[in-house]
């Protein structure tokens, strides 16, 4: 089991950037898949992207794609979620969740299991 904390989150005009980190203690952080996902308020969870054990594969979703980076440093036990273009409805609380996995990340991408959760952090893209 891995215990997972989210950073970052701030204040963005539309058009800025923001880098979200989501930080795991534990062991065996290399051998999870990780999930971003965000909260907007009245609005239910959605997923944002995902990343494979290994960092070889990704998934996005068409809200983000093209825009949002995601990453992952296994040696920091760290996954990344670079933010760029931002709009004002990307303003959610954004969650990273963690799977024991080794399949991709489309396949983590519809997974209803995830093993941890981290608390959040919120994102306010404000005009």
């Known amino acids: 089991q891995v215990q997972l904390e989210e950073s970052g989150g701030g204040l963005v005009r539309p058009g800025g950037s923001l880098r979200l980190s989501c930080a795991a203690s534990g062991r065996a952080f290399a051998s999870y898949g990780v999930a971003w996902f965000r909260r907007a308020p009245g609005k239910e969870r959605e997923f944002v992207t995902a990343i494979n054990w290994i960092g070889s594969t990704t998934h996005y979703a068409d809200s983000v794609k093209g825009r949002f980076t995601i990453s992952r440093d296994n040696s920091k036990s760290t996954v990344y979620l670079q933010m760029n273009n931002l709009k004002p409805e990307d303003t959610a609380v954004y969650y990273c969740?963690?799977?024991?996995?080794?399949?991709?990340?489309?396949?983590?991408?519809?997974?209803?299991?995830?093993?941890?959760w981290g608390q959040g952090t919120q994102v306010t893209v404000f005009t």
């Open positions: 969740a963690a799977v024991q996995s080794l399949t991709t990340a489309s396949n983590i991408a519809t997974t209803a299991r995830f093993d941890d």
